[in-house]
Antibody, heavy 126, light 110 residues
Framework: QVYLQESGPGLVKPAETLSLTCTVSGVSISSGAYHWVWVRQAPTKGLEWIGTVYVSGTTSPYGGTTYYNPSLGSRLTISVDTSENHFSLKLDSLSAADTAIYYC???????????WGQGTLVTVSS | QSALTQPASVSGSPGQSITISCTGTSSDVGNHNLVSWYQQHPGKAPKLIIYEDIKRPSGVSTRFSGSKSGNTASLTISGLRTEDESDYYCCSYAGRQTWVFGGGTTLTVL
């Protein structure tokens, strides 16, 4: 069984940076079997794909190929730490519009199957 | 990259069938066989119920089925049950390793 668990602050101030981590158990994130994804859901809104990281055995321990939602532009960084078997999200210059439940998920890219963590609520407020 | 279009709400009575549409473009829904559907109960994470347009994961009821025509994918739930009352989201591959979700549909079982 593969489990994903998000962790990070529940409250962040405007203009600051959000850092979240998704710890994966049950499979190595560098196995190449899955892509690793961040998705968010603003209150009473739909789901929004944030970005993806893919790690293969030939990637450096702290590297990975990343794909980002263009709407988030240069504010977003997704990275991996294969030694800790987790991947992370960093989102800069926060505003109230970034208030959301943030989910990490594993993605079988060739089949479009997303399997989700439980999510973590992040509120941007002073 | 625009969100896929879903109706905000649908409703049906127990035992009936309902269909939820998901309209995209020739760059996403119409260009790849990678539409998936998710069921999300309040306060819970989404759950995969359909992938690759029409396939069901192991353990998902056969009452759930997917289809696609052109740029529009559809989710049909037959033999509605009260426990089907939930939010439903579609998702499509949009090329270059990007993904787009629909705005979600709330299903009410009357």
């Amino acid at each position: 069984q593969v489990y994903l668990q998000e962790s990070g602050p529940g409250l962040v101030k405007p203009a600051e940076t959000l850092s979240l981590t998704c710890t994966v158990s049950g499979v190595s994130i560098s196995s190449g079997a899955y892509h690793w994804v961040w998705v968010r859901q603003a209150p009473t809104k739909g789901l929004e794909w944030i970005g993806t990281v893919y790690v293969s055995g030939t990637t450096s321990p702290y590297g990975g190929t990343t794909y980002y939602n263009p709407s988030l532009g240069s504010r977003l960084t997704i990275s991996v730490d294969t030694s800790e078997n987790h991947f992370s999200l960093k989102l800069d210059s926060l505003s109230a519009a970034d208030t959301a439940i943030y989910y990490c998920a594993r993605l079988t890219s060739g089949a479009g199957q997303f399997y989700w963590g439980q999510g973590t609520l992040v509120t941007v407020s002073s | 990259q625009s969100a896929l279009t879903q109706p905000a709400s649908v409703s049906g009575s127990p035992g009936q069938s309902i269909t939820i549409s998901c309209t995209g473009t020739s760059s996403d829904v119409g260009n790849h066989n990678l539409v998936s559907w998710y069921q999300q109960h309040p306060g819970k994470a989404p759950k995969l119920i359909i992938y690759e347009d029409i396939k069901r994961p192991s353990g998902v009821s056969t009452r759930f089925s997917g289809s696609k025509s052109g740029n529009t994918a559809s989710l049909t739930i037959s033999g509605l049950r009260t426990e089907d009352e939930s939010d439903y989201y579609c998702c499509s591959y949009a090329g270059r390793q990007t993904w787009v979700f629909g705005g979600g549909t709330t299903l009410t079982v009357l």
